[in-house]
């Protein structure tokens, strides 16, 4: 198994370190609404302190494509950094490049953080212009990656700026690269299942292929299952639904019988005729939705058929939630189900892994978050880990 070069591997008293990490994070009216990603950076940048680096801190934020938008500004992340950091003082620097940087990186001291405004507001960062990687690879002497979750993206701050200054990953990165290796490696312990579910086929589609020929079974929730039920003759009434994926879903059905892996579509759910808060639903079986219903999530009997299935499994990977769970009462099948599955980890007869922003912003609701074995921050890098592809980011990093 190929090892990661980790901060252990350098030394780095003393040097500007510029360290990608991702404080893409929900913001409502300024204010962070969930400090997840921000809590799991705080082991990497107290060890540079630690160590006397200058910590140079690159992220960005949202899809600004290429120019400054102040709602998308890294400003009050600094103070939210901070907080994290027990009140340590965290800089900002109004830009990720240029002469006004620089100085200010000249006037750091060894133990202090300043954190740069928003790599995206430049264009050369997503098209990986060498020109902007070199601009920002000047600013320091060592490059340390913290973005699991970004890896997948071959961007001037993540892969360009690594082939050009000594690069390492930070905790976070190792933490999620070994977890999901020694989960998800090679040789997958006993029987496999998978979770997958969330709004489109279309964003998954090469992860559901490739977990057709890794695993046993897939159970597909969300609005995904939809589709697949549209495939196999259900009226799904006015369900999102991806008409245009429906033959997609046929392969993938006929590929999974090929390859004895099993597809666990809802056998029962839920219905609304309007998606709104409490607005009044039903659960029904799948053969009895009325044709201006939708579905929103899965049922009761679904959710003890799987109870069923997932005793029988050792493994688990999850990525999207079961229904529409941003909305009452749609949440129950996500953090029904979850709680099955975190009973089983904590009996020690599976091992659970979860990946994808939404799934895991469900399992918090629930408070499930510390019941799975492994709850990964990425979503688009944990799918692209699934199918089995080599992620740009971290492939730079690998002694
Ligand atoms: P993840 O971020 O975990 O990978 P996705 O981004 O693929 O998940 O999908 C999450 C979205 O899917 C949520 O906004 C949720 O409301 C939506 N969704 C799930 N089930 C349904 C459904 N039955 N109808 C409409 N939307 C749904
Ligand atoms: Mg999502």
Redesign the pocket.
Known sequence: MSVLRTLSDIELANKVVLCRVDLNVPMQHGKVEDATRITRLVPTIKELVEKNAKVVLISHFGRPKGEFVREMSLAPLADAVSEALGGKEVKFALDCVGDKTQEAIREMSAGDILLLENVRFHKGETKNDPEFARALAGLGEIFVNDTFSCSHRTHASISGIAEILPAVSGRLLEEEVNSLQSVLGENLNGKVAAIV????IS??IDALNSLVQKTDKIII???MA?TFLKAKGYNIGK??CEDNLVDTAKEVLSNAEQENCKILLPVDVVVAKEFAEYSSCRVVSIDDVESDE????IGPATISELQQRLQKCQTLIW????????IRPFDVGTISLARVVANLTKNNSLISVAG?????AALKVGGLTEEFTYISTA?GAFLEWLEGKVLPGVSLLYK
């Open positions: 579910g969330g709004s489109k964003t998954k929730g969300g609005a939809n369900s999102l939708m579905i929103l999530d990525n999207g939630p079961m229904g529409a769970f941003e994808g922003g939404d799934v895991v979503g």
